[in-house]
């Protein structure tokens, strides 16, 4: 494939180097394109050495007496020649540019007359990261379509840690293969039911039990399945997400919702996901009012939740069933319990307590039980991987 790798001016640009070499070395075709900035902390020659074309600098650059025509109408050549535009590391410069269609350098032009995937792979400061207008422009390019590869945590340039350290080559360059993966129906005339995020429970009116489920797992399995051709129905516990356009959408609160949304939305099902993370107690009589402070310790009761996956394990009429297991320890002995007990053709087993992956986290690392004694492991990657790993397997089980 061809690809146009843009390098914007951040201590992180030296890193792009070694990123240009690994995608070349994967087959790509690479131009590169450096902003002023970038040129700042590294040289063009180094990546023509790498890539073995031109690169480019200046909007102007080739601008002769007898070019102007050419020079000036370059990025639309260069952005007609390539299939992706891969910007590492994107500065909050280029995001702000890119986000408000600015177009002062050729980066930047060339973003606008660009038909094909963008992947931006930001890098500074932790405090820019999570400024405000950062944020609503990171925000504004994901709508589009484009893929942000978020940058990682640790010590950054200057002194202060934190996110903002551009992700790691490889991450990169998966999210690359991932855009360049030729895109399957082969969910088509499939109706997935999916579960996601936490319940609550309350406890009064003002207080709850819940968990710390960010609903991103079930949201990247809702999106991958309506990639694929599926029809999706999401019931969706209270998370800070916006739903994937397409999926219809039962906003719930506690088990009993979740419960009841998912069995009204059963009929039309052929594969059932529970990924939510439901509670397995609740308070056994939330107080109508709020229950007042005390010096004195109090204790609450707590009875069973409704265990929906078993219910549904009992139910079974034609649709498949997969459920998920999240355990600290064990988990393959645990998920094989599960899969027997809950009646499920597959589970979704993965570690939790750790930082990297499960709850909160992008990232995720699962293995899938299956009902013939197989056991598949698949690799820490982003959430949205994940889903098409765990979907692949879905659309083998399927009878259609
Ligand atoms: O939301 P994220 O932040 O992205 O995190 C993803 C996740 C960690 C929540 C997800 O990957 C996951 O593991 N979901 C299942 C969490 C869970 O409740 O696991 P469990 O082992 O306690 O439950 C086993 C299965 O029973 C699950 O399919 C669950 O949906 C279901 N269950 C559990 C309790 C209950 N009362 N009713 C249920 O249906």
Same mark, same amino acid.
């Given at each position: ?20 070499? %690994? ?229 719930? %609160? ?37 229950? *007042? ?43 094989? *319990? ?46 949205? %991987? ?15």
């Amino acid at each position: 494939m061809r690809i146009v790798l843009g390098v914007s001016g951040g201590i992180a640009a030296y890193k792009a180097a070694e990123l240009a070499r %690994q995608l070349v070395r994967n087959g790509h075709d690479i131009t590169v394109v450096l902003t002023k900035g970038a040129e700042e902390f590294i040289r063009p020659l180094t990546f023509a050495s790498l890539t073995g074309r031109k690169v480019i600098t200046d909007i102007f650059s080739s601008a002769s007496p007898d070019a102007t025509l050419s020079s000036a109408v370059e990025h639309i050549g260069v952005a007609q020649e390539h299939d992706l535009l891969l910007v590492a590391p994107a500065t909050a410069d280029v995001i702000g540019k890119f986000a408000h269609g600015l177009a002062g350098d050729f980066l930047s032009t060339l973003y606008l007359a660009f038909p094909g995937p963008v992947v931006l792979a930001p890098a500074m400061n932790n405090r820019m990261w999570e400024h405000a207008a950062v944020v609503a422009n990171v925000a504004a390019l994901r709508a589009r379509g484009h893929v942000i590869v978020e940058p990682g945590e640790g010590y950054l340039a200057c002194g202060t840690i934190g996110p903002g350290r551009l992700a790691e080559n490889d991450k990169i360059v998966a999210a690359v293969k991932e855009v360049f993966r030729p895109k399957v129906t082969d969910l088509a005339g499939e109706t997935i039911l999916i579960t996601a995020g936490p319940t609550r429970e309350p406890i009064d009116p003002v207080r709850y039990i819940s968990n710390r489920s960010s609903g991103k797992m079930g949201y990247a399995l809702a999106e991958a399945a309506l990639e694929r051709g599926a029809r999706v129905l999401l019931v969706s516990g209270p998370v800070n997400l916006t739903p994937p356009s397409g999926a219809e959408v039962d906003n719930v %609160q506690t088990s009993q919702q979740m419960r009841d949304a998912v069995f009204a939305r059963l009929p039309d099902a052929t594969v059932v996901i529970k990924c939510a993370a439901v509670a397995d107690f609740r308070p056994s009589n939330p107080s109508a009012q709020k229950i *007042k402070k005390t010096a004195a310790r109090i204790s609450l009761e707590l009875d069973p939740a409704p265990d929906i996956l078993s219910e549904l394990g009992q139910k079974r009429n034609g649709f498949l069933l997969i459920g998920f297991a999240a355990e600290t320890e064990n988990l393959r002995e645990y998920a094989r *319990k599960k899969l027997e007990s809950k009646n499920c053709d597959m589970i979704v087993a993965n570690l939790v307590g750790g930082d990297e992956s499960g709850f909160e986290s992008d990232v995720n690392q699962v293995l899938l039980v299956l009902r013939n004694g197989e056991n598949i492991p698949v690799e820490k990657a982003p959430k949205r %991987q994940i889903a098409d790993r765990i979907l692949d397997q879905i659309a083998k089980l399927s009878p259609r």
